[in-house]
């Protein structure tokens, strides 16, 4: 790890400016930590205490703008250095406002851009509810990445947006792909004929980049937010969302992730799909009845199965394309799992999934359980495997670390690492122990450096116990800033076992375990 | 042609140097004293000169002051054809009312609207900041920390921990000390209460090595207000305030500068109404009780 820094003597920016700089900064390769500031003694002071402060910054005074960079070597901090001065330096893009400023509110922001059809929403939950219903009353179709908004206000923009034709996605929506836009937690996939409907956002990053993985594409990934299926919206977006898809020339095939929804709403999805007459391909984790079966959709148990379906089914396979391919990963899985398990200690025989995402942990515990039995969770299926901590873990668990309870006042794990490789670290020092298992989320919105964040936490934990072993999946396609094959390599490199799907990783950190739960500690 | 529009009456006579040179004003020094010469859309203040029809990427690289003129790169303006800008809002009758009335919409407009590298979200809404960087999180976490010891009552350690807050010329932190010290002034005004004590030890903890800052602190220790918080303030104050048109004035202030100032003036709100209450469940009112 280096520090480098440089002072401008007299030079200046406005606040904005260097915080807009030092975030840009941030994503440049091999980028740890940076800032940009005047070096005034309390800027100064918060740089000491953010481990950024050098001892040459002492020349610099208010008057002066100093830039450092933390970066995990010389020549990368070096050219980010270099960079910082010249991002500062850039004029701002032309504002798209005639006025040449920033549209303040809706109005101004129609007036910028009257042939608008859909708004992001991402302001404080309190404020975004009117804000919604606004937009709406003006035609927009809505994205509502916002959360904390009350389920009563929920159900009114929906209706209100069911009876305009519009669509309202979320709240909570983290993730959705509109004509070929990533739109926030999103993926850069490859356009294509697949249309999506999903009420999990990262259910929807991990079939929409299985599926372009695939050589396939994604027509539309339409996000509803993960209430909409319950009882009380009734599925409302859902629903014109499928509607949507079903008459769009550019869908071939339609794949609906979700939860189970509520039954009711189910009744509605299977109505529905009934009368479309296109391939409908469903995953709702946790339905192990397969209620939509009947109604002519092939529904599926784990994300990467109804994907790779989906993905064959685009390419003009049948669904015998997956299963092959299924086949081959499964066989790979049990190679793995005989070379994982070996050299495991005695009682080393648990599985500490540690998820960004709360759709991979939920699909964890689907997939893990028929083999190894109860997993405890903090996001459990059943009240009675709920971890008494969540902070601790018991036997084979899995732990959502989006979960409220560790995101309050600090960013989603999917952007920083920190409190999951420090959980890592902990894991790790289990002598219980026998496998991490992780997901790797990145594209838009994710860490822009998830390698030189997470790496060192996989190589320290291998070194306090060597025996364990690492797991886990990269949710996101080489098309994305950060590069899945690039990704990929960096975790192997590090140590860690690198799975195709997060459903794979599962199969495989719940066959390691299996075996070392076994009296000869080895995997048949 | 240009014209000046508006001249602070605290714009004193002297021969000025650049200080710093933004797209829309350009900052004067002399000692420890500072002029703004700024574009229409900046607005007027206790110790700005508002002109317009001038570009000021190539023009104001002097400015001369005396009791009768004002010269800026050779230009004689007559001081006395210039209009005297008003420091002290204007309120109507039922002020005190509509502040109480409107300052949750008040906090709510500010955090919706304000840059998210300014303090409005860090004093009102510090659980839903998405932030990715350490000095950011580290200067938000100061600023939300710095309003709960307003809150509490501690205004020498909530001036220390804003002061100088902020990456860039104008710190954020200095913008809201700004504001709350025109807030807590004019509600004293309105209520005929005496915080010079509390605004006399906000100005000297605030005070540090920004000339800037400096000058603009101690403008609002007098209760003056710059242009776009005066209208926030008398918006504020209206039965049915349009926040959204003093919102477009306090965004051509600075990068985030009028909304920190703006936060600044609501947390005062927040703090007098507050005051207000435990007073009036007390039996009496004797202005602001401050703590170290």
Partial sequence: ?524 | MTKAISCGGLVKPGSWRVHSRFGKAVNFTGGEGMVFVVKPEVGGGPLSIVLDGTDFADFCVSLEVTDRQIIIDGTAFRRDGIPLYRDFPSLPSGAEKNYAANLPALKAFLCARSPKEGVARAFFAPDEMPLTCNFERAVQRRASSAAELFRGGYFRKGTLLLRGLGPGLTPAGDDAICGLLCGLNLTARLCGRDVSAVSAEIVREAMGENLISNALIRCAGEGRFFEPLRLLAETASAQKPDFAAAGRRLSLCGASSGFDSAAGFALALELWLGQENLALAAGGINGFEGRN
């Fill in chain 1, 1 to 524: 790890m280096v520090l480098k820094g440089e002072i401008k003597k007299g030079e200046y920016y406005d606040s904005v400016t260097l915080m807009n700089a030092a975030r840009r900064l941030n994503s440049e390769k091999g980028v740890l930590d940076s800032a940009i500031v005047m070096a005034t003694q309390e800027n100064k002071g918060i740089l000491k205490t953010s481990g950024l402060l050098l001892p040459e910054f002492d020349k610099a005074d208010g008057s002066d703008l100093v830039a450092v960079v933390k970066a995990d070597n010389a020549d990368n901090a070096a050219a980010a250095l270099a960079r910082a001065w010249a991002i500062v330096k850039e004029k701002p893009a032309a504002k798209a406002s005639s006025q040449g400023q920033r549209p303040n509110g809706l109005s101004g922001a129609m007036k910028d851009m009257p042939d608008a059809n859909l708004i992001i929403i991402s302001v404080a939950g309190r404020f975004a509810g009117s804000l919604a219903m606004d937009a709406l009353s003006r035609g927009l179709n809505v994205m509502l990445f916002s959360d904390n908004i009350s389920l009563e206000t929920e159900i009114e923009l929906k209706r209100y947006a069911s009876s305009k034709g519009l669509l309202v996605m979320g709240p909570d929506c983290g993730t959705a792909i509109i004509n070929g836009a990533p739109l926030a937690f999103a993926n850069s996939v490859n356009r294509g004929d697949i249309g999506m409907v999903a009420a999990a956002g990262t259910g929807l990053q991990e079939v929409t980049a299985i599926v372009s993985n695939e050589g396939a594409g994604v027509s539309q990934a339409i996000g509803t937010g993960g209430r909409d299926v319950k009882k009380d919206v009734g599925g409302i977006s859902f629903l014109a969302g499928l509607q949507a898809l079903a008459k769009d020339p550019q869908t071939k095939v339609i794949l609906l992730v979700s939860k189970p929804p509520h039954e009711s709403v189910l009744r509605k999805i299977a109505a529905a799909a009934r009368k479309i007459h296109k391939p409908v391909v469903a995953v709702l984790l946790g339905d192990e009845e397969h209620l939509l079966d009947s109604a002519g959709v092939m529904q599926f148990d784990t994300l990467e199965e109804a994907a790779l379906v989906a993905a064959a089914l685009s390419r003009g396979h049948d669904t015998s394309h997956a299963d092959a391919l299924l086949a081959r990963r499964r066989l790979e899985e049990e190679r793995l799992a005989i070379r994982l398990s070996a050299g495991k200690k005695p009682g080393q025989k648990h599985v500490r999934g540690l998820f960004s995402g709360g759709t991979f942990a939920s699909e964890a515990q689907l997939v893990m359980k028929p083999m190894l039995g109860r997993i405890k969770s903090n996001v459990p299926f059943a009240a009675g495997d709920k971890l008494a901590n969540s902070l601790v873990s018991e036997g084979h668990s899995v732990i959502d670390l989006g979960e409220d309870e560790f995101t309050v006042g600090r960013p989603h794990p999917m952007i920083d690492f920190s409190l999951r490789n420090k959980r890592i670290e902990a894991e790790a020092a289990d002598p219980s122990t026998a496998v991490i298992l992780l997901d790797v989320v990145i594209g838009y919105g994710a860490n822009q450096q998830p390698l030189a964040d997470i790496t060192p936490a996989i190589k320290a934990a291998l070194k306090t116990n060597p025996a364990v072993s690492v797991i886990c999946s990269v949710t996101g396609t080489d098309l994305d800033p950060q590069n899945r094959q690039t990704v990929m390599a960096g975790l192997k490199a590090a140590g860690a076992t690198v799975m195709p799907s997060n459903a794979s990783a599962c199969r495989l950190a719940a066959l390691v375990a299996a075996a070392c739960s076994k009296p000869s500690g080895r995997a048949r």
